[in-house]
């Protein structure tokens, strides 16, 4: 207990029992004051979320920034290239095997061919297979100066719809204008539709349709023939459609009947484009007897190999009406050219030995008694060696030494070999 002197003492005394904790809280505020200094100079890198919200430390790489400080730059390091060193040359050998495989050559394209100033035409006329045929008569006559090979077709073309395309109309143009020694015809693909007769329309294949068909197949065949022109109908090909190539069987008949009636001549080119079986197929025989793709994805257009096989039928025909001008060389020498052969005159008919024919079953006329190098005798008593294996079954002894002796040799005695004593 303290004297009650000291109580005045105890009472002023009192308040600075906090004293400490003021001290601490100054000296907390200066840290801070430093550190917030500190922070200008250096930056602490910013808390992520995890830090804010549960106050997880998560140690970060601190991030300086070099241009916030003065230091001396460094001079870069010279780079130092080194020279490639000269590789010693490859051998040629070796240059040749790491060279890249070259394509084969492409053949040399085939030597165009002049045509004469007085070489003929032939007129091709028609829908879109009238336009592959004329292709592939191009291709068949490219050698052949002595013709030329016109075509004139439309691919949507045909005979019933003449408001679109009027070939009676057309045909006596391209006529006049080319003057074709044959004309070659080839319609029917786009027929299969309806027909306006009049003022009316009738539907494909009713009988009225089909006569009003063949009324205008045979006044183009008619209209072809006019100037006594040779004309090629050439027939419609199948097709992968089964309701198109029955309609096609139709239409070859028709043409058959009325062109023939006009004078001209109906090429059948069926069977080139069906199997053994007569039925469609894609892949057939070519000229050379090739398995080739002859109709192309769709089952309707022909591929190249299918235009040389469709001009083929027609190319002979062509040929045969053309005569001298399907000649593939003109070239010919004439009389003047053959003077170096060597022509001998006829024997005199005293010069002529006549002798007297020999048998062969009677050689004796030429002054012997067998054949050339026969030592058989002429006549044989007995019955022939064929006779004697079909009736009797007995095959006749060959010649010793013939390829068909086997008999059995009887082998000679073997000589023992001296023994030594």
């Known amino acids: 207990m303290l004297p ?8 002023f005394l009192h308040p600075f029992r906090f004293a400490p904790m003021l001290i601490g809280a100054v000296a907390m505020l200066v840290a801070g004051f430093f550190a917030t200094m500190a922070e200008a100079q250096e930056p602490v890198p910013r808390r992520n979320v995890l830090q804010r919200l549960f106050g997880v430390f998560v140690p970060q790489r601190r991030i300086y920034y070099r241009d916030q400080y003065d230091y001396p730059r460094q001079p870069a390091p010279r780079r130092v290239l080194k020279r490639r060193q000269q590789q010693p040359a490859e051998p040629q050998q070796r240059r040749q095997q790491r060279a ?25 006329v028609g829908d879109f297979v009238a336009g592959s045929l004329g292709d592939g008569l191009k291709t068949a006559f490219e050698t052949t100066p002595g013709i030329i090979v016109e075509t004139r077709a439309n691919g949507s073309s045909g005979l019933v719809r003449n408001d679109y395309f009027d070939w009676p109309k057309i045909l006596p143009d391209y006529v006049a204008e080319l003057k074709p020694s044959v004309i070659v015809v080839s319609l029917g693909a786009n027929d299969r539709q309806l027909m306006r007769i009049g003022d009316v329309k009738e539907k494909f294949r009713t009988d009225v349709w089909t ?8 006044a183009l065949a008619a209209l072809a023939r006019k100037d006594s022109l040779p004309v090629l109908w050439v027939g419609m090909p199948p097709f992968q459609s089964s309701a198109m190539t029955a309609d096609m069987v139709t239409f070859n008949g028709i043409f058959r009947e009325e062109v023939e009636k006009a004078g001209g001549q109906f090429i ?5 484009f069906v199997d053994e079986g007569g039925k469609f197929v894609l892949t057939g025989s070519d000229i050379n007897g090739q398995q080739v793709r002859l109709r192309g994805s769709d089952g309707i257009n022909l591929t190249k190999a299918g235009k040389r096989k469709l001009a083929f039928y027609v190319e002979k025909d062509i040929r045969k009406l053309l005569g001298e001008a399907a000649a593939t060389d003109t070239d010919v020498p004439g009389a003047e050219g053959l003077k170096d052969l060597v022509v001998t005159a006829p024997l005199a008919n005293e010069d002529i030995v006549k002798t007297q024919p020999i048998s062969l079953t009677d050689p004796e006329l030429d002054g012997a008694t067998a054949l050339l190098g026969g030592d058989a005798p002429l006549k044989s008593t007995g019955k022939s060696p064929r006779d004697l294996l079909i009736e009797k079954g007995e095959v006749v002894v060959a010649p010793p030494g013939r390829i068909d002796d086997f008999r059995l040799v009887k082998p000679q005695a073997a000589v023992k070999p001296a023994t030594a004593n």
């Open 268 to 272: 059948d080119i069926w069977d080139g």
């Open 100 to 124: 890249k495989p070259r394509l084969a050559a492409t053949p040399p394209p085939a030597p165009v061919v002049e045509k004469s100033p007085d070489a003929k035409k032939v007129l091709v």
């Open 4 to 11: 009650i002197r000291d109580a005045g003492v105890k009472r």
């Open 211 to 218: 006569e009003e068909y063949r009324k205008r197949v045979n």
